[in-house]
């Protein structure tokens, strides 16, 4: 699996222009919904943000619908996520640590925007820097969507 993790590390990090960590287990289980299991994965924030990470997740699952992608559509089935913490600042610019301006890369469309039909997670906190005041934190104990 390392080679996996390696290849998805180098795919995500240059999609998203920033440097992300797989730091824990990753799996697949192969089937007509293939379900990948993935922990302790890092997104890194922009070198002025004051913290380092953008996003870290202790635990994820994604289930994929491959019938929808014959149909050259995303379809994802289920995410499962377990104690996620996000970091939200502002910077000095007023750039944001949530742009990642994938349009802007030279030759290079805007992407597709994947279907999510459910959307489990628990123990999420949310730490936002906003440029004039004192950052504040969310948390969300249990979310279904």
């Given at each position: 699996?390392?080679?996996?993790?390696?290849?998805?590390?180098?795919?995500?990090?240059?999609f998203l222009a920033?440097?992300?960590?797989?730091?824990?287990?990753?799996?697949?289980?192969?089937?007509?919904?293939?379900?990948?299991?993935?922990?302790?994965?890092?997104?890194?924030?922009?070198?002025?943000?004051?913290?380092?990470?953008?996003?870290?997740?202790?635990?994820?699952?994604?289930?994929?619908?491959?019938?929808?992608?014959?149909?050259?559509?995303?379809?994802?089935?289920?995410?499962?996520?377990?104690?996620?913490?996000?970091?939200?600042?502002?910077?000095?610019?007023?750039?944001?640590?949530?742009?990642?301006?994938?349009?802007?890369?030279?030759?290079?469309?805007?992407?597709?925007?994947?279907?999510?039909v459910a959307l489990?997670?628990?123990?999420?906190?949310?730490t936002y820097h906003?440029?004039?005041?004192?950052?504040?934190?969310?948390?969300?104990?249990?979310?279904?969507?």
């Amino acid at each position: 699996m390392q080679e996996q993790r390696t290849r998805i590390e180098t795919f995500a990090s240059k999609f998203l222009a920033r440097d992300i960590r797989i730091e824990g287990p990753l799996s697949l289980r192969a089937s007509l919904f293939p379900r990948v299991s993935i922990a302790d994965v890092r997104i890194s924030n922009p070198e002025w943000a004051a913290h380092p990470d953008f996003l870290f997740v202790k635990h994820m699952e994604v289930e994929i619908n491959i019938l929808a992608l014959l149909r050259k559509t995303i379809v994802i089935s289920d995410i499962e996520l377990t104690g996620a913490t996000l970091y939200l600042q502002r910077g000095p610019d007023l750039g944001a640590t949530w742009s990642f301006n994938l349009a802007d890369k030279q030759g290079s469309s805007p992407g597709v925007i994947p279907d999510i039909v459910a959307l489990h997670a628990k123990d999420i906190q949310i730490t936002y820097h906003p440029i004039d005041r004192p950052p504040f934190r969310v948390s969300i104990d249990e979310l279904q969507a």
